[in-house]
């Protein structure tokens, strides 16, 4: 689910004026001139504060620029303004968790998911903050759902086992192993080299 990019026009501006402006940003950030882009999408929010597109814009270029807590100030505005927008609660929990703050990334990565159940970053992120909680248990459980809506990604796979491990639960690591062996065997031969693990070892 992916949320409005336009916002009615604030007193300040007119709907065709910004209907001009979001054109001109996006095809400054085709040509890769962000700085550009940046500039447009500023002008935008000083006519129009709750525009959309140009907060959720605003927010990813804070983050290209490494200023996590600038980025999050955008993102909570987005995610304010569209509460029922599933990616809008990824990019705040996202940046929540970049920033150490597991609580709120934990709530705005269960908010996109009873949003879209089958958002398969969501469940990956919520498992990455239940690791770091120590929740293994809980953490599990998200890894799974999310190795099960992306079967051929790696990374929740690689995730899992380790948890597998940190839970002295050797064989169920051994069994993700062997599963990657069929598709990335250079994630299955880190695994094994990290852990001390064999897919011979399987019991």
């Given at each position: ?18 209907f001009?402006?979001?054109?001109r940003a ?14 447009v999408?500023?002008?935008?929010l000083?006519?129009a504060?709750q ?24 993102f ?15 990019n ?5 968790e970049?920033l ?10 269960r908010?996109?998911?009873a ?6 970053r ?11 909680q120590?929740r ?14 992306q ?5 929740g ?26 598709f ?7 695994l ?5 693990l ?6």
């Open positions: 689910m992916s949320f409005n990019t336009t916002s009615p026009a604030a007193p300040g501006i007119g709907r065709r004026a910004l001009v402006l979001h054109w996006k095809i400054f950030l085709f040509l890769g001139m962000r700085a550009s882009a940046k500039l999408f500023q002008d935008v000083q006519r504060p525009d959309l597109l140009a907060l959720k814009s605003l927010g990813f270029s804070a983050m290209h620029e490494g200023n996590l807590v600038l980025a999050l100030t955008y909570d505005q987005v995610s304010e303004l569209s509460p029922e927008s599933s990616n809008a609660h990824f705040q929990a996202f940046v929540c970049e150490g703050r597991l609580d709120a990334a934990e709530r705005g990565f908010a996109a998911i949003i879209e159940e089958k958002m398969d969501a469940w990956y992120g919520l498992g990455l903050v239940l690791v770091r120590g293994l248990e809980e953490a599990v459980v998200a890894l799974k759902r999310n190795t099960k809506l079967p051929m990604s790696p990374f796979w690689y995730q899992l086992a380790r948890v597998h491990v940190d839970l002295k639960q050797a064989d169920e690591a051994l069994v993700v192993i062997r599963y990657l062996k069929g990335e065997p250079k994630v299955a031969a880190q094994e080299r990290e852990t001390g064999k897919v011979g070892n399987l019991s």
